[in-house]
Nanobody, 121 residues
């Protein structure tokens, strides 16, 4: 069982930056494949990135990193745009994922509660 808690969301102007954190419980964090998703009002949950894979909409602007010693995965978001406004979720999967499967929310076993990111124009 893994519990995930996101933090770091907030309100930022377009062009600004935010760093989201996802803290995980448990001593086997390093074994989990970690991903980030987001969901805007009225839209489906959208893949952001995972373990070197990024969606085209964020590639070059967002970077995922992890610190296994701190049981934490990060999402550094630069050059933010109003269309990045959404609730951001981290997710953990018990098995490694390919580029195709990493994008599917159903492939993940555990989810955080989400953190709101709002980008003003």
């Amino acid at each position: 069982q893994v519990q995930l808690v996101e933090s770091g969301g907030g309100l930022v102007q377009a062009g600004g930056s935010l760093r989201l954190s996802c803290a995980a419980s448990g001593r086997t964090f390093s074994r989990y494949f970690m991903g980030w998703f987001r969901q805007a009002p009225g839209k489906e949950r959208e893949f952001v990135g995972a373990s070197g894979y990024y969606s085209d909409s964020v590639k070059g602007r967002f970077t995922i990193s992890r610190d296994n010693a701190k049981n934490t995965v990060y999402l550094q978001m630069n050059s933010l745009k109003p269309e990045d406004t959404a609730v951001y979720y981290c997710a953990a999967a018990g098995r490694p994922k390919s580029w195709v499967t990493a994008r599917n929310p159903a492939e993940y076993d555990y989810w955080g509660q989400g953190t709101q990111v709002t980008v003003s124009s």
